[in-house]
């Protein structure tokens, strides 16, 4: 019984200690990273700004379904890697500059924006990928900090770079 009584408040202390930390950690974060690419702005924003394909090449989405537009702006309910889905609408499409995606369920586990920066640079374009995030739960924040804060942006952006034949160098 001993035992039971010491597992269950080593337990208890793990639970106490992870609260903690997480709470010592901010709700609001944003964390850009870019890569450069051998392809002109225009290229880059269309494979980007085509949601519909984005299964073919990005490594974490399994499926997107297009939703009825919300206030005009196009709506998707994308499905991950692991069952999680998200509704993405894409709030600002600038071509071939700047498009923004925004998470639209604000009362998930975290919210928050994408919004990708495209510039000519000589010899192709230069991707700048933000993530502003809102995270409440401080369980979740944590699982954030011990998996990486850029853990997905990165990924993304290397599987961006494979897609057109390139390895990415991420900055």
Same mark, same amino acid.
């Given at each position: 019984?001993? /035992?039971? !009584?010491?597992?269950?408040?080593?337990?208890?202390?793990?639970?106490?200690?992870?609260?903690?930390?997480?709470?010592?950690?901010?709700?609001?974060?944003?964390?850009?990273? %870019?890569?450069?690419?051998?392809?002109?702005?225009?290229?880059?924003?269309?494979?980007?700004?085509?949601?519909?394909?984005?299964?073919? /090449?990005?490594?974490?989405?399994?499926?997107?379904?297009?939703? +009825?537009?919300?206030?005009?702006?196009? &709506?998707?309910?994308?499905?991950?890697?692991?069952?999680? %889905?998200?509704?993405? %609408?894409?709030?600002?499409?600038?071509?071939?500059?700047?498009?923004?995606?925004?998470?639209?369920? +604000?009362?998930?586990?975290?919210?928050?924006? /994408?919004?990708?920066?495209?510039?000519?640079?000589?010899?192709?374009?230069?991707?700048? !990928? &933000?993530?502003?995030?809102?995270?409440?739960?401080?369980?979740?924040?944590?699982?954030?900090?011990?998996?990486?804060?850029?853990?997905?942006?990165?990924?993304?952006?290397?599987?961006?770079?494979?897609?057109?034949?390139?390895? +990415?160098?991420?900055?």
């Amino acid at each position: 019984m001993k /035992w039971i !009584l010491r597992i269950l408040g080593l337990v208890v202390f793990v639970v106490v200690i992870v609260l903690i930390i997480g709470l010592a950690l901010p709700a609001k974060t944003a964390h850009t990273r %870019t890569i450069t690419l051998k392809q002109p702005p225009a290229k880059v924003f269309a494979v980007l700004a085509d949601v519909q394909d984005m299964p073919k /090449w990005n490594r974490n989405m399994v499926k997107v379904e297009m939703l +009825a537009p919300v206030d005009g702006k196009e &709506t998707t309910r994308q499905t991950f890697r692991g069952g999680m %889905t998200m509704i993405i %609408t894409t709030a600002v499409s600038v071509p071939p500059a700047h498009l923004v995606r925004e998470l639209g369920d +604000a009362h998930g586990p975290f919210s928050g924006s /994408w919004s990708y920066g495209i510039v000519a640079v000589p010899g192709g374009s230069q991707v700048a !990928l &933000t993530e502003q995030s809102k995270i409440p739960n401080p369980f979740f924040r944590v699982m954030v900090k011990i998996f990486g804060p850029t853990k997905y942006i990165d990924e993304h952006l290397q599987d961006l770079a494979k897609y057109f034949g390139e390895t +990415a160098t991420i900055r």
